[in-house]
Structure formats: C-alpha cells, structure tokens
C-alpha cells in the first residue's frame, strides 16, 4: 500500500513535467497544425487537468491518512515502552530500597552478637592446644628413652666403645 502510494505520488508529480516536456499549439477551426500528434479540445484538456488534480487530492489525503495512522502507531509503540519503562524503574527502585535494608538488618545482628559462641571456641582452642603437648610429650619421652636403652643396651653387650678422653691415641 505504501509502494503504491509512493508511485503514484511519483507518477503524479512528473506527469506534469511529462505536459509540459512535448510541444504545443493553440489551433482554430480549419488551421492546419504545425506538427504531428493528439489534439484535444479545451474541454478535455480541462477533464485531464481536472483528474490530475483529484488525483493529487487523493494522494495527498492517502499519504496524510497514512502519516496519521504511523503516528498513532508509533505513539502507542512509544507509550507502551515509556510504561515499561518506569515499571522497570520502579521495580529497580525498589529491590534496591529492599536490598538495602536487608543489609542494615544483616549488619545490626552481626554487630548485636558477634562472639555468641567465643567462649565454646575458646574453651575448644585449650583442649585441642593441651591434647597436642601431651600427645608431643609422650613422643618425644618414648624416643628418648627409646634411644637411651638401646645406647645402654649396646654398651653393656659391648658393641658401643665408649672411650673418654684423647679419642686419637
């Protein structure tokens, strides 16, 4: 629809110049013409020059509905996307409004207790710190007198020379 309207607007626009580019002649009865070609009368001349102009009208009235309807379609398309928008705007507005005040509750009970179960920690670092000195206590008893038998033991079986004094003699 808008192709037609757009060649006939076209056709419409250089038919006048299509007039107006050929040749003409004013002729009375009985004279010859100077040339060859159509000769209308003054009445269909006007006839011709009457269409072209409803024609035009036409046109114009098409394209001016056309504009219109374009318009009305395209303010609905930008109203509705205006309305989408602010409903986007809002609801942004909003999760932030709410994440914001979780965090402000989130922060006032971390800071209301922050040690509410320090003193199991506590109580859990010195048994754990305990078990573990005596754990390397009894290790490194055990390898001591592990080692201080079998240094005795070797001596009295005679295997370990014990020498005191010059060792280079």
Known sequence: MKIL??????????????????KSTTL??????????TLLDAKAIAE???????LKDELKL????????LKIEHDF????????????EKRTKDLIILKDGELVRLQKLALKRPGRH??????A?????????????YVVTN?????????????LSGDLKVTLGSENK
């Not at 098409?62 to 309807?69: C, F, G, N, S």
């Open 5 to 22: 309207s757009l060649f006939l607007c076209f056709l419409l626009i250089f038919q006048t110049t299509v007039f107006a580019a050929g």
């Open 28 to 37: 009375k009865k009985d004279q010859k013409a100077p040339f060859a070609g």
């Open 48 to 54: 011709i020059l009457a269409q072209t102009k409803k």
């Open 62 to 69: 098409k394209l001016t509905q056309q504009k219109e309807k």
């Open 77 to 88: 398309k930008y109203n509705l996307l205006k309305a989408d928008f602010s409903s986007l």
């Open 118 to 123: 320090s003193h199991w920690f506590f109580a």
């Open 125 to 137: 670092g010195v048994v754990v710190g305990v078990g573990v000195a005596i754990a390397i206590t």
């Open 143 to 155: 390898a001591i007198s592990s080692a201080t038998s079998n240094s005795i033991d070797k001596a």
